[in-house]
T-cell receptor
Framework: KQEVTQIPAALSVPEGENLVLNCSFT??????LQWFRQDPGKGLTSLLL?????REQTSGRLNASLDKSSGRSTLYIAASQPGDSATYLC????????FGTGTSLTVIP | DAGVTQSPTHLIKTRGQQVTLRCSPI?????VSWYQQVLGQGPQFIFQ???????GRGNFPDRFSARQFPNYSSELNVNALLLGDSALYLC?????????????FGPGTRLTVL
């Protein structure tokens, strides 16, 4: 069974700092990997989707990488802002979606 | 265009009762998936429906059932509610059945079982 782990569970950084969130998965037989943002008590907002044949995707200040062979993905957030404060979830798609438990990010003004 | 919508927003039930949650996908999307998110955890896959047929099922008991209607909207039913069913129930829609399609999530239904 696929297992998805996100480290760290929580992160607090000052505004303007660049940061990296980590996601690891145990089964490399995936179709794609998706990063989501979740605000407290709310649904999920898709940030980036990386197909299994791709190595990275970029959207604005966000860059996600995928290394299928090592079972790792990173989400890089440049010049963090207080509005980036949320929980970030990664999910891998195999026979179904498997989610990590998320990283709770707080950006301090 | 409207995103994925879910109703109700919040729901309070007692143990043993039954509940029905509803989801309307993005216009043109034919696939709907349901997830359960317990506080502090990532979402857990419950069902996927495509063209009104069940295409995938997670590790949930038979108390959980779902269906998809001709207009691609969907209902999730949970019978004999337990305290552990308290969670945020998320619905996601995607364009087709292809696994590589991006999933778009609704705001969720918060179910509290007392």
């Amino acid at each position: 069974k696929q297992e998805v782990t996100q480290i760290p569970a929580a992160l607090s950084v000052p505004e303007g700092e660049n940061l990296v969130l980590n996601c690891s998965f145990t089964d490399s037989a995936i179709y794609n990997l998706q990063w989501f943002r979740q605000d407290p008590g709310k649904g999920l907002t898709s940030l980036l989707l990386i197909q299994s044949s791709q190595r990275e995707q970029t959207s604005g200040r966000l860059n996600a990488s995928l290394d299928k062979s090592s079972g790792r993905s990173t989400l890089y957030i440049a010049a963090s802002q207080p509005g980036d404060s949320a929980t970030y979830l990664c999910a891998v798609l195999g026979n179904q979606f498997y989610f990590g438990t998320g990283t709770s990010l707080t950006v301090i003004p | 265009d409207a995103g994925v919508t879910q109703s109700p927003t919040h729901l309070i039930k007692t143990r043993g009762q039954q509940v029905t949650l509803r989801c309307s996908p993005i216009s043109g999307h034919k696939s709907v998936s349901w997830y359960q998110q317990v506080l502090g955890q990532g979402p857990q896959f419950i069902f996927q429906y495509y063209e009104k047929e069940e295409r995938g099922r997670g590790n949930f008991p038979d108390r959980f059932s779902a269906r998809q209607f001709p207009n691609y909207s969907s209902e999730l039913n949970v019978n004999a509610l337990l305290l552990g069913d308290s969670a945020l129930y998320l619905c996601a829609s995607s364009l087709g059945r292809v696994p590589t399609d991006t999933q778009y999530f609704g705001p969720g239904t918060r179910l509290t079982v007392l």
